[in-house]
């Protein structure tokens, strides 16, 4: 089974200045998806960036982007310019690519905060 | 506006009185999900379906129940709540044909 790990509970960061979340992953299969997802305190769940594991180009989205190093299963996450409208809950997530299957497999979160 | 919406968003019950929590989205999508969330767990799934009438488990459907009846609904059903199942709870929709996935606002509940 798919295994998703975030090895940092808490993060902090100073506004403006730059924070790295890591992900790690296990899995066997070659053809995957793996998402960054924030949870303000609102509690809604928001896509922040996906990457598609075939893809060797990292994906980025605005302040957002990501390192992703499939031999090493690892997916980090790297937020520029950081705002105090970033401080949230973040949580890795994997899916499998191949058809059948719904399954997502969730990290256990990092929470950011976002000093001014 | 294109939403997944879940009722309630809030309720309490006590240990063993069954409780549906309903999940309807406007999108047409094909595949829905249901997620718990419990602190320093992350979000768990609990059943997802690929169509109607074709559900599945995640990796925590004890005590749970779904169906599929239609495709803009996907209910949850706790015949026999007990406090372990107090968390909050996510529905959430994909098209088969998109990455993204749409999650509703959550309802919290607590079993006592």
């Known amino acids: 089974a798919q295994t998703v790990t975030q090895s940092q509970p808490e993060m902090s960061v100073q506004e403006a200045e730059t924070v790295t979340l890591s992900c790690t992953y296990d899995?066997?299969?070659?053809?995957?998806?793996l998402f960054w997802y924030k949870q303000p305190p609102s509690r809604q769940m928001i896509l922040v960036i996906r990457q598609e594991a075939y893809k060797q180009q990292n994906a980025t989205e605005n302040r957002f982007s990501v390192n992703f190093q499939k031999a090493a299963k690892s997916f980090s996450l790297k937020i520029s310019d950081s705002q105090l409208g970033d401080a949230a809950m973040y949580f890795c997530?994997?899916?499998?690519?191949?058809?059948?299957?719904?399954?997502?497999?969730f990290g256990k979160g990092t929470k950011l905060t976002v000093n001014p | 506006e294109a939403q997944v919406t879940q009722n309630p968003r809030y309720l309490i019950t006590v240990t063993g009185k069954k409780l549906t929590v309903t999940c309807s989205q406007n999108?047409?999508?094909?595949?829905m999900s249901w997620y718990r969330q419990d602190p320093g767990l992350g979000l768990r799934q609990i059943y997802y379906?690929?169509?109607?009438?074709?559900?599945d488990k995640g990796d925590v459907p004890e005590g749970y129940k779904v169906s599929r009846k239609e495709k803009r609904n996907f209910p949850l059903i706790l015949e026999s709540p007990s406090p372990n199942q107090t968390s909050l709870y996510f529905c959430?929709?994909?098209?088969?044909?998109?990455?993204?996935?749409?999650f509703g606002p959550g309802t919290r509940l607590t079993v006592t």
């Open positions: 999108m047409n999508h094909e595949y």
């Open positions: 379906s690929m169509n109607v009438e074709v559900t």
């Open positions: 899995t066997s299969e070659s053809d995957y998806y």
């Open positions: 959430a929709s994909r098209a088969r044909n998109s990455y993204e996935q749409y």
């Open positions: 997530a994997y899916r499998s690519a191949s058809g059948g299957s719904e399954k997502l497999v």
